[in-house]
């Protein structure tokens, strides 16, 4: 589940009692539509993401998933021979897409 969770609430915030109460409203929501039968749990806040997997403030998809894809970060940095690529880049998270961002960074770097 990606229970929504408010943006600005600090990294240190995201305590274990914290996490758990999330999940607990998110099960309480959930329960209402289906029959629960969970036999395993882990939580994972963008504390987390932060700290294990070094997403800038945690943000699990880098940018937001509503940002349009002419605002991802360009292949071209400002910064003259420096190339980017990954799911802030253009098209956007997810393992397919963060993969092709780098071929066309590949291919912006080739037609320099
Ligand atoms: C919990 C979770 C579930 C997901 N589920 C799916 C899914 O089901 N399907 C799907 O398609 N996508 C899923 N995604 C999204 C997908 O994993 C990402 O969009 C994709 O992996 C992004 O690729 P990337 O290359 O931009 O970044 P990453 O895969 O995060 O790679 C960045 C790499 O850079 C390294 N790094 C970071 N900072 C530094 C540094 N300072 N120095 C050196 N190395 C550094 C990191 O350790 C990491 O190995 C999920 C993501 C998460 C977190």
């Known amino acids: 589940m990606y229970p929504p969770v408010r943006r600005d609430l600090p990294l240190d915030d995201w305590s ?7 999940l607990e409203k998110a099960i309480a929501a959930l329960s209402r539509v289906h029959k629960l039968d969970i036999a395993v749990k882990r939580i994972v806040s963008p504390k987390d993401f ?8 945690g943000a699990v998809y880098g940018l937001s998933p509503q ?3 002419w605002n ?7 910064i003259q021979g420096l ?3 990954g799911q802030t880049t253009y098209p956007g998270y997810s393992v397919g897409r963060a ?14």
């Open 16 to 22: 274990e009692e914290k996490k758990e109460a999330v």
């Open 50 to 57: 932060s700290v294990n997997l070094n997403l800038y403030r």
């Open 67 to 69: 940002v349009a894809p």
């Open 72 to 78: 991802h970060f360009p292949h071209r940095a400002p």
């Open 83 to 85: 190339y980017q690529t």
């Open 99 to 112: 993969a092709t961002s780098g071929i066309l960074a590949a291919e912006t770097l080739m037609t320099e």
